[in-house]
């Protein structure tokens, strides 16, 4: 069946019966992230439960096909659930995605997170005619959603944010969900509890909304999300974001990445060689941060700043289209990623 992440969330937190797998897709990279992460909070708890979770890629159902079947119908050793994740899937696994879902009264939860599946997708029609599964896109939200949003955070942190206020701030925010909440988040915080937020408040913190754009380039790109980095990129450039701009961010976060890859080297704790940062990793983005200092070597953190270093003298002295340029730099970046994604498994 069709529904929103909302509702997939919703039915996860309330225990909803008959309901065993749910796919996310689309091309809002941020709302995919946080609705798996609350789909995983639902049933493993927050802090989660790493006994209730498991991870499983394409690559490994491809060698087990009937790995993804047994985990969906394994009781856990611990609670009443558990939820078997595969990311970045595609249509080729959909034989071995039917099969599961054709499992009886199966005891686990099954996500599946997927980009941008075109409606003739296999995997989005094997989970729409499912009695027992969901399929969710995840698309930018608008005006109405963005404010929705903003009233709720605002709510739970005890904060008051007057009309004109808030109009001020859905000005200023962009399309990508990740963003938007963690810069609502970021004046709440900045209003304290029982604060109050005006016109000048948001003009203060926020900003313009074309520098919050750069952070889903850099996470994206160190990530090794292909499409999600492309997009989020594309979006920068059009809120006016300069290319030099870009490449001088992704350096600052690949040393940031450099100086905490070593210290993990030498055998320092994350929480210890984190704590020494400045300005501090946001807590929204702490684990996908930890995600790449495991991704990515301290070698290929060098390699990728002497990358940058080069992009940004091309971009000054050659006179070739600095767009191009940042383009070219972001998608080898991605490509040195993806080289590293079978570390973090």
């Known amino acids: 069946m069709k529904a929103n992440p909302e509702q997939i969330v919703n039915r996860l937190t309330n225990g909803a019966k008959g309901f065993s797998a749910a796919l996310l897709f ?3 990279q941020g709302l995919l992230s946080e609705t798996v992460a609350r789909s995983i909070a639902a049933i493993a708890g927050e802090p989660a439960d790493p006994f209730l979770i498991a991870e499983v890629t394409p690559a490994q159902l491809k060698g087990d096909e ?6 969906l119908s394994a009781l856990p050793m611990v609670g009443t659930r558990k939820i078997i994740v595969i990311r970045r899937a595609t249509d080729a696994i959909v034989k071995i995605v039917e099969a599961a879902l054709a499992i009886p009264d199966a005891p686990n939860f099954l996500l599946i997170e997927a980009g941008e599946l075109p409606p003739r997708s296999k995997l989005r029609k094997a989970f729409e005619d499912a009695k027992n599964a969901i399929a969710a896109g995840c698309y930018a939200d608008g ?10 955070i605002m709510d739970l942190r ?3 944010i007057g009309p004109e206020a808030v109009q001020e ?4 925010l962009g399309n990508d969900r990740m963003i938007s909440r963690g810069v609502i988040e970021k004046l709440a915080l900045y209003a304290g509890e029982r604060g109050e937020i005006g016109v000048d408040e948001v003009i203060a913190v926020v900003g313009n909304n074309a520098a919050l754009s750069i952070d889903n380039v850099i996470f994206d790109t160190a990530d090794g999300d292909t499409c999600a980095a492309d997009q989020a990129l594309a979006r920068a450039l059009a809120d006016g974001v300069a290319p030099v701009q870009i490449l001088r961010a992704l350096q600052t976060h690949f ?16 929480d210890a060689a984190i704590g020494r940062l400045r300005p501090p990793i946001f807590f929204k983005v702490k684990s996908r941060f930890q995600r790449q200092c495991h991704q990515w070597t301290v070698d290929q953190l060098t390699a990728a700043m002497s990358l940058l270093l080069e992009a940004e003298r091309q971009c000054k002295q050659t006179g070739a289209p600095m767009a191009a340029i940042c383009q070219r730099s972001v998608l080898r970046l991605v490509a040195a990623a993806r080289k590293g994604v079978g570390r973090r498994a």
Do not use: C, K
């Open 255 to 270: 040393q940031r990445l450099h100086m905490v890859a070593g210290e993990l080297q030498q055998g320092t704790s994350f």
């Open 169 to 172: 701030l859905l000005s200023r």
């Open 66 to 71: 009937a790995l993804l079947s047994d985990e």
């Open 26 to 28: 689309g091309p809002d």
């Open 158 to 160: 005890g904060v008051s």
């Open 143 to 152: 005006r109405q959603n963005l404010e929705q949003i903003v009233r709720h």
